[in-house]
């Protein structure tokens, strides 16, 4: 980080404020991954480091190239979305397979399969 | 017209006419006979005109240098030996295609039929016109091959399968030995320039490979001519239509052998060793030929044995030590052919018009064909070598021959002459068994057809040829004469001795022997008449030695049984020992070398450990050492640990500011991972081995050896790196892309620049290796068959199926379209961002990280993200598009076409261009000629890793439409790798 001697003091602040909540919001989605009780539970805490996290992260990152360009920076718009796009579609792809699969154990931990179709699918058809 | 364009166009003429016949519909007969009858006849024409430079012993001579500093050349050299062989093919084609035209059906697929001969004609019109001695083999070799096109026509018979096959098999070995032969041969002499080889006959002889070539090319002569031992395949070949027997197999691709032999003769000829293997080979082909002729029942069959016996005497005249005898071998090769063809096709009419050609069932056709029965009398009589015919005049030359051969050895000397009469006793058996058999006796009856004179253009070639049988032999000097001496003259130079062709020589000895021989032929038919007629089985003596069936013995042995043996002693189909002996010799090979030449301390110090990357690099070597770990029974879990190899690996690239490699590694990663998820499903679940366990010692000591095979090939790999990376190579390669990556290139990107411009050849090879890797996969998955534990549904999918039924029997795949509603809306959502993503990669690849190969691999990501949450059959419904093998192919022409395009402007191949445009969007964008190579490789990548994956995910869909829907209740247990695949 060799440039960051030239970063102004008020935008070095707010750019090591925004890592460093970033950074605990991540370790703290890492702790609860490792320390909740269940599946499904320690599915929900990593997501604090995908949404949040990753966010501070790429508004420090926004604001520490913006103000060294001098022009707007905005490459992590698009990280941005893709994140939010992906991450649930990752977590709802495990937490279905680890459904499914608890479902056809029997487990009594999970709610049982709804017993009738939803009338809209009949209507659809 | 100069020498260059008549040679070229009698050589190229017919094999672009076999094109364009080839290309004709499947019923045009007549076109495609007009147009090989036309084609025969310009060549013929083109021989002709020669004639004028050839008879004054002139040569014609064309050379389009191809590799000069190798001595490769194309040589297209036309004597007066060559001449008159490519007349006797062109002009003999041309009779043979009129011929053709009436005797194949129509139902038959004649434009191929054509296409073939025309292509042969041109092959053997090469061979003779060769001047280069390596063309030569190679036009020998196409001759053989199209021989086998043209036996194999009637495909749908056995015989002809099976008769073209042992031909290719025998004259093709026959080919690579005369191949070698001639490598041998233009070692010895340094050129391969026959007028050079020509000219060096003393060096040849005197040289101590002299054998060794003598050998392989005689191997190569006598398999071609059909020689004992090699002489079997002929019979075999007679599967094939008349038309082909007539024209080559007795008029010109057997004549090869002879050719090359007569060719060759002033060069290798008088020695004991020619004499021996060539006279001898001779000899007995001409004897066993001829007696295994007389008892044939297949009129073809015989004309084949006929054929075999007449070549064994044309080899033997070659192996006599005598000028006088090489002149009776050219002017016999000639006779026969036109002998020889002519009974052939007169074979073919019988065979036409009766339906039958065994000799046994056809008599009396004297009545109903009396046009034919004089044609074939006088043919057959040619070739019994009755006065005022051609066979006669060259049997007479044999005779003298015979009698004044200086042979090796004394005892060859006194049987040559006997051997002489017996043989033409023996012709004028077949001769008369031929047209007795077939002509005379009662009047034909229970013929398949009613037999009658065939179509008069039919019977027009047998007429001109049996012409020039009479005409041959009445006048022989003034009708044959000069081109015989030509031809002699070209081969001998001016140590042709004096001969005569007269039919009268006086009363003298060999004429006496003609009269006993005559006698003798007559007396033993009449004596065998009735046996014969009654039909043989097989010649007596030697019915039992069947050469086909110790040829068919050979062949099994040979890649049968002996590849089956050398599988079983070096083969295996087990995985593990094949990696385990790959990565022993890798190690041997690399540990070796650095041993033996030392390998000292490097030269540079190496940087401080940066603890953030010691760390992240201790959570790499983690997981990999747990991939290793849990390999064996936990697939999934192991594959999930390389990822995160793959990863530390990427942010190493990163950390050490190599973007383009992290962005490449990244991409690969994951389609690697997903292509491994992909296998996972269709691997054999683990061995159940609990009633016959192997000793646990057993085991431990074999996990404890692969641990250490593994353990030292990544220590050898890490030290190599060490190695490597603790020196400063000798010339820094780096220095000089860099500081011409923009000059040059137009790039700053310099990977990128690398990969699509300095080393774009290089890139250029990649790609095509990609691509046939992507096609071979393909290949072999196509026909892929899961292990039977693997091939049910897999649970979840049953499930899912269950479910769809039981509610109002839905269509198949909602239950797990309603499951994945959301992830698939979402997907769907990013797959446009994704190809965003890929075009911005690869427009900005020449200046800043990314490229075709990254962006190719981003599109493949987020198709196979459509395949993974929207299943199979949803994703190619929609994508259309999706024709991996044709955007491979697209992707090649691009690159490759962006190279050749630098041809246009004069340029050497590759060479790139660059500028820069302004779009209206887009800005000033870099448009490099490289950008058009580097799309190249992008669509080439999108391609070839679909083709990839699709070729897995199509087994799941085989799979479900393989197994029935309701299955018995399931025996797997759940596993997690299905759960998480299981839209796909």
């Given at each position: 980080?060799?440039?960051?001697?030239?970063?102004?003091?008020?935008?070095?602040?707010?750019?090591?404020?925004?890592?460093?909540?970033?950074?605990?919001?991540?370790?703290?989605?890492?702790?609860?991954?490792?320390?909740?009780?269940?599946?499904?539970?320690?599915?929900?805490?990593?997501?604090?480091?995908?949404?949040?996290?990753?966010?501070?992260?790429?508004?420090?990152?926004?604001?520490?190239?913006?103000?060294?360009?001098?022009?707007?920076?905005?490459?992590?718009?698009?990280?941005?979305?893709?994140?939010?796009?992906?991450?649930?579609?990752?977590?709802?792809?495990?937490?279905?397979?680890?459904?499914?699969?608890?479902?056809?154990?029997?487990?009594?931990?999970?709610?049982?399969?709804?017993?009738?179709?939803?009338?809209?699918?009949?209507?659809?058809? | 017209?100069?020498?260059?364009?008549?040679?070229?166009?009698?050589?190229?003429?017919?094999?672009?006419?076999?094109?364009?016949?080839?290309?004709?519909?499947?019923?045009?007969?007549?076109?495609?006979?007009?147009?090989?009858?036309?084609?025969?006849?310009?060549?013929?024409?083109?021989?002709?005109?020669?004639?004028?430079?050839?008879?004054?012993?002139?040569?014609?001579?064309?050379?389009?240098?191809?590799?000069?500093?190798?001595?490769?050349?194309?040589?297209?050299?036309?004597?007066?030996?060559?001449?008159?062989?490519?007349?006797?093919?062109?002009?003999?084609?041309?009779?043979?295609?009129?011929?053709?035209?009436?005797?194949?059906?129509?139902?038959?697929?004649?434009?191929?039929?054509?296409?073939?001969?025309?292509?042969?004609?041109?092959?053997?019109?090469?061979?003779?016109?060769?001047?280069?001695?390596?063309?030569?083999?190679?036009?020998?070799?196409?001759?053989?091959?199209?021989?086998?096109?043209?036996?194999?026509?009637?495909?749908?018979?056995?015989?002809?399968?099976?008769?073209?096959?042992?031909?290719?098999?025998?004259?093709?070995?026959?080919?690579?030995?005369?191949?070698?032969?001639?490598?041998?041969?233009?070692?010895?002499?340094?050129?391969?320039?026959?007028?050079?080889?020509?000219?060096?006959?003393?060096?040849?002889?005197?040289?101590?490979?002299?054998?060794?070539?003598?050998?392989?090319?005689?191997?190569?002569?006598?398999?071609?001519?059909?020689?004992?031992?090699?002489h079997f395949w002929l019979p075999h070949a007679m599967a094939a239509p008349t038309p082909v027997s007539a024209y080559l197999h007795s008029a010109t691709l057997v004549k090869a052998g002879v050719f090359l032999l007569a060719r060759l003769w002033p060069v290798m000829a008088g020695t004991d060793a020619w004499a021996w293997t060539v006279g001898l080979a001779g000899l007995i082909t001409m004897l066993i030929g001829a007696y295994i002729a007389i008892f044939q029942n297949d009129l073809k069959g015989l004309l084949a044995y006929s054929t075999i016996s007449h070549l064994g005497l044309i080899t033997l005249l070659l192996g006599l030590k005598s000028e006088l005898a090489l002149i009776a071998a050219?002017?016999?090769?000639?006779?026969?052919?036109?002998?020889?063809?002519?009974?052939?096709?007169?074979?073919?009419?019988?065979?036409?018009?009766?339906?039958?050609?065994?000799?046994?069932?056809?008599?009396?056709?004297?009545?109903?064909?009396?046009?034919?029965?004089?044609?074939?009398?006088?043919?057959?009589?040619?070739?019994?070598?009755?006065?005022?015919?051609?066979?006669?005049?060259?049997?007479?030359?044999?005779?003298?021959?015979?009698?004044?051969?200086?042979?090796?050895?004394?005892?060859?000397?006194?049987?040559?002459?006997?051997?002489?009469?017996?043989?033409?006793?023996?012709?004028?058996?077949?001769?008369?068994?031929?047209?007795?058999?077939?002509?005379?006796?009662?009047?034909?009856?229970?013929?398949?057809?009613?037999?009658?004179?065939?179509?008069?253009?039919?019977?027009?070639?047998?007429?001109?040829?049996?012409?020039?049988?009479?005409?041959?032999?009445?006048?022989?000097?003034?009708?044959?004469?000069?081109?015989?001496?030509?031809?002699?003259?070209?081969?001998?130079?001016?140590?042709?001795?004096?001969?005569?062709?007269?039919?009268?020589?006086?009363?003298?000895?060999?004429?006496?022997?003609?009269?006993?021989?005559?006698?003798?032929?007559?007396?033993?038919?009449?004596?065998?008449?009735?046996?014969?007629?009654?039909?043989?089985?097989?010649?007596?003596?030697?019915?039992?030695?069947?050469?086909?069936?110790?040829?068919?013995?050979?062949?099994?042995?040979?890649?049968?049984?002996?590849?089956?043996?050398?599988?079983?002693?070096?083969?295996?189909?087990?995985?593990?020992?094949?990696?385990?002996?790959?990565?022993?010799?890798?190690?041997?090979?690399?540990?070796?070398?650095?041993?033996?030449?030392?390998?000292?301390?490097?030269?540079?110090?190496?940087?401080?450990?940066?603890?953030?990357?010691?760390?992240?690099?201790?959570?790499?070597?983690?997981?990999?050492?747990?991939?290793?770990?849990?390999?064996?029974?936990?697939?999934?879990?192991?594959?999930?640990?390389?990822?995160?190899?793959?990863?530390?690996?990427?942010?190493?690239?990163?950390?050490?500011?190599?973007?383009?490699?992290?962005?490449?590694?990244?991409?690969?990663?994951?389609?690697?991972?997903?292509?491994?998820?992909?296998?996972?499903?269709?691997?054999?679940?683990?061995?159940?081995?609990?009633?016959?366990?192997?000793?646990?010692?057993?085991?431990?000591?074999?996990?404890?050896?692969?641990?250490?095979?593994?353990?030292?090939?990544?220590?050898?790999?890490?030290?190599?790196?060490?190695?490597?990376?603790?020196?400063?190579?000798?010339?820094?390669?780096?220095?000089?892309?860099?500081?011409?990556?923009?000059?040059?290139?137009?790039?700053?990107?310099?990977?990128?620049?690398?990969?699509?411009?300095?080393?774009?050849?290089?890139?250029?090879?990649?790609?095509?290796?990609?691509?046939?890797?992507?096609?071979?996969?393909?290949?072999?998955?196509?026909?892929?068959?899961?292990?039977?534990?693997?091939?049910?549904?897999?649970?979840?999918?049953?499930?899912?199926?269950?479910?769809?039924?039981?509610?109002?029997?839905?269509?198949?795949?909602?239950?797990?379209?309603?499951?994945?509603?959301?992830?698939?809306?979402?997907?769907?959502?990013?797959?446009?961002?994704?190809?965003?993503?890929?075009?911005?990669?690869?427009?900005?690849?020449?200046?800043?990280?990314?490229?075709?190969?990254?962006?190719?691999?981003?599109?493949?990501?987020?198709?196979?993200?459509?395949?993974?949450?929207?299943?199979?059959?949803?994703?190619?419904?929609?994508?259309?598009?999706?024709?991996?093998?044709?955007?491979?192919?697209?992707?090649?022409?691009?690159?490759?076409?962006?190279?050749?395009?630098?041809?246009?402007?004069g340029l050497p191949f590759m060479t790139s261009y660059f500028s820069y445009a302004d779009l209206p969007v887009l800005g000033k964008v870099p448009m490099a000629s490289a950008l058009i190579f580097d799309i190249g490789v992008f669509v080439l990548v999108v391609g070839a890793t679909l083709l990839m994956l699709i070729a897995l995910a199509h087994q799941s869909v085989r799979g479900r439409r393989s197994t029935p829907r309701t299955l018995p209740q399931a025996k797997a247990s759940p596993r997690v790798a299905d759960a998480v695949g299981g839209g796909g």
């Open positions: 980080m060799t440039h960051a001697v030239e970063l102004p003091l008020w935008a070095a602040i707010v750019v090591a404020c925004l890592l460093l909540l970033g950074a605990f919001l991540t370790l703290v989605g890492s702790i609860g991954l490792l320390r909740l009780r269940d599946f499904y539970a320690r599915v929900h805490a990593p997501t604090l480091a995908t949404t949040l996290g990753i966010g501070c992260v790429l508004l420090a990152s926004m604001l520490f190239f913006t103000v060294l360009q001098t022009r707007p920076v905005l490459h992590e718009v698009l990280i941005t979305a893709f994140m939010v796009l992906t991450t649930p579609v990752t977590l709802m792809l495990l937490t279905r397979a680890s459904l499914y699969r608890d479902r056809r154990e029997g487990s009594p931990d999970v709610p049982p399969i709804p017993a009738r179709p939803l009338p809209k699918d009949g209507a659809e058809r | 017209m100069p020498d260059g364009i008549v040679l070229a166009c009698l050589v190229g003429l017919p094999f672009v006419a076999a094109i364009v016949a080839g290309l004709l519909p499947t019923r045009a007969r007549d076109t495609a006979s007009m147009l090989a009858g036309a084609v025969a006849l310009v060549c013929l024409g083109l021989v002709w005109s020669a004639y004028g430079t050839v008879s004054g012993g002139g040569v014609l001579r064309a050379e389009l240098p191809w590799m000069p500093q190798l001595g490769l050349s194309i040589v297209l050299r036309m004597d007066g030996f060559a001449w008159l062989f490519a007349g006797l093919i062109t002009g003999i084609g041309a009779l043979v295609v009129l011929y053709a035209r009436y005797y194949m059906s129509a139902e038959d697929p004649v434009p191929r039929f054509f296409s073939f001969l025309l292509a042969f004609m041109g092959a053997m019109t090469g061979l003779v016109l060769s001047g280069h001695l390596v063309q030569l083999a190679l036009f020998w070799e196409l001759t053989s091959f199209l021989s086998f096109l043209l036996i194999g026509y009637w495909h749908h018979t056995a015989a002809a399968r099976d008769g073209a096959r042992m031909a290719l098999t025998i004259t093709a070995t026959g080919g690579l030995s005369l191949f070698a032969g001639v490598l041998v041969l233009g070692h010895i002499v340094g050129s391969y320039d026959l007028d050079v080889v020509l000219a060096a006959g003393d060096t040849i002889r005197d040289h101590p490979l002299y054998i060794v070539a003598l050998i392989l090319i005689v191997l190569g002569a006598l398999t071609k001519s059909a020689q004992f031992p090699f050219i002017f016999h090769t000639m006779n026969h052919a036109a002998f020889k063809c002519s009974l052939f096709m007169a074979a073919g009419i019988i065979d036409h018009e009766t339906g039958t050609r065994d000799i046994r069932r056809l008599s009396g056709l004297n009545g109903p064909m009396p046009f034919t029965a004089r044609l074939a009398l006088v043919a057959a009589a040619a070739m019994a070598g009755v006065p005022l015919l051609n066979g006669f005049i060259s049997k007479e030359m044999f005779f003298a021959e015979a009698l004044s051969a200086t042979a090796p050895v004394h005892p060859l000397l006194n049987v040559l002459p006997l051997a002489a009469m017996l043989a033409s006793a023996f012709s004028v058996v077949y001769s008369l068994r031929f047209i007795h058999g077939v002509f005379f006796g009662s009047p034909p009856t229970d013929l398949p057809r009613t037999p009658h004179e065939p179509a008069t253009w039919m019977r027009f070639p047998v007429e001109i040829l049996v012409l020039t049988c009479i005409m041959v032999g009445v006048l022989p000097a003034a009708t044959v004469g000069p081109y015989l001496d030509i031809a002699a003259r070209a081969v001998l130079g001016d140590a042709t001795p004096y001969y005569s062709l007269a039919v009268w020589h006086g009363v003298n000895l060999p004429l006496l022997m003609s009269v006993v021989a005559m006698a003798a032929g007559v007396t033993i038919y009449l004596i065998l008449q009735r046996r014969l007629r009654e039909g043989m089985d097989g010649p007596p003596l030697i019915r039992h030695l069947d050469a086909q069936r110790l040829f068919e013995r050979a062949m099994v042995t040979l890649s049968w049984r002996l590849a089956r043996t050398l599988e079983r002693i070096a083969g295996t189909r087990r995985l593990q020992p094949q990696l385990r002996l790959i990565l022993i010799a890798a190690i041997v090979a690399g540990a070796g070398a650095a041993f033996v030449r030392g390998v000292g301390p490097g030269n540079l110090v190496p940087a401080p450990i940066d603890p953030v990357l010691a760390l992240l690099w201790v959570v790499g070597a983690a997981c990999a050492l747990g991939a290793a770990w849990q390999a064996k029974f936990h697939r999934l879990a192991a594959t999930i640990l390389l990822g995160g190899v793959g990863l530390v690996v990427c942010v190493t690239f990163v950390w050490f500011s190599a973007p383009d490699l992290a962005l490449t590694q990244l991409t690969v990663e994951i389609v690697t991972t997903v292509l491994l998820l992909l296998g996972l499903r269709w691997l054999p679940k683990r061995m159940q081995s609990s009633s016959a366990r192997e000793p646990e010692v057993l085991g431990r000591t074999r996990r404890l050896r692969d641990l250490a095979i593994a353990t030292a090939a990544g220590g050898c790999m890490a030290m190599l790196a060490y190695v490597v990376m603790t020196r400063t190579p000798p010339e820094l390669l780096a220095q000089h892309f860099l500081a011409r990556a923009y000059l040059e290139g137009g790039g700053t990107n310099v990977v990128n620049v690398i990969l699509v411009d300095f080393r774009g050849f290089d890139t250029l090879g990649e790609i095509f290796v990609v691509g046939v890797v992507a096609l071979t996969t393909f290949a072999l998955l196509r026909r892929f068959r899961p292990a039977a534990d693997s091939v049910e549904l897999p649970e979840q999918q049953r499930d899912q199926l269950e479910a769809d039924e039981a509610r109002h029997a839905r269509d198949d795949g909602r239950h797990v379209a309603d499951w994945l509603l959301v992830p698939f809306t979402l997907t769907r959502l990013l797959f446009p961002v994704m190809l965003v993503a890929a075009a911005f990669l690869l427009l900005r690849g020449h200046d800043l990280p990314g490229g075709g190969f990254s962006a190719g691999m981003v599109v493949a990501i987020a198709i196979i993200l459509q395949y993974i949450v929207g299943g199979t059959e949803w994703t190619e419904d929609r994508l259309s598009l999706l024709r991996p093998p044709a955007w491979i192919g697209t992707g090649l022409l691009l690159a490759a076409g962006t190279g050749v395009a630098a041809w246009a402007f």
